[in-house]
C-alpha cells in the first residue's frame, strides 16, 4: 500500500501562474467545480496543454481560467489532455458564462474605445449610437459565448465574466 500523495510537497514543484482558491472560480470550459473536486488529480495537464494559456493553478492545483491574459477558443485541448473524467464535451454551450461592462468603460464618459469589439468573434458586443453622444458597447447575451476575449483587452477592466443562470 502507498502513502497518500502530501498535496502540499506536489505544489511546491509546479511552475507557472497560481491563484488563490475560490470555490467559485471559473473552471475550463466543458468542467464544473464538481467534476473537479470529484475527478481532477491536479496533475495540471490541461494547463500545460492550453494554447492560449488562459489555464492556472489554483492554491489546490485546481485548473481556473484566468481572463486577464485572453479568451478561450474552445479548441478542446484542455478536454483532451486529461486522463480523469473532469470534461464533458457533449456539453453545450461548454459553459454557462457571459460577459458585463462596468461603469469604468470608458465609452460611458465620452471617450471613444471599440477593443471590445475587435477582440469579440462571435459579434456579441454591439455599439448603441444616440445622436451627440459617444456610443456605447452591449453584451448581446444570445450571442456571447462567455470567451473572455474582451476581457484583456479591456484598458479599463471594466469587463468581467461571470456565470449566468440559464432556464
Known sequence: MTAPTDQGRRA??????RRAFTPDAIRP???SAQ?????CTHCGDCIAACPERILVADNDGAPA????????TFCGACADSCAAPVF?????P???LTAAISERCLPRHGIVCDSCRDAC???????????????VPEIQGDRCTGCGACVAVCPQSAI????????
Request: net charge positive; with cysteine.
Open 12 to 17: 511546491f514543484l509546479r511552475i507557472g501562474p
Open 29 to 31: 470550459p466543458w468542467s
Open 35 to 39: 467534476s473537479i473536486a470529484d475527478h
Open 65 to 72: 481560467v484566468d481572463f486577464a491574459v485572453g479568451g478561450c
Open 88 to 92: 464533458d464535451r457533449a456539453l453545450s
Open 94 to 96: 461548454a459553459w454557462r
Open 121 to 135: 468573434g462571435g459579434n456579441a458586443i454591439r455599439f448603441a449610437r444616440a445622436t451627440g453622444r459617444t456610443p
Open 160 to 167: 468581467s465574466v461571470a456565470v449566468v443562470a440559464h432556464d
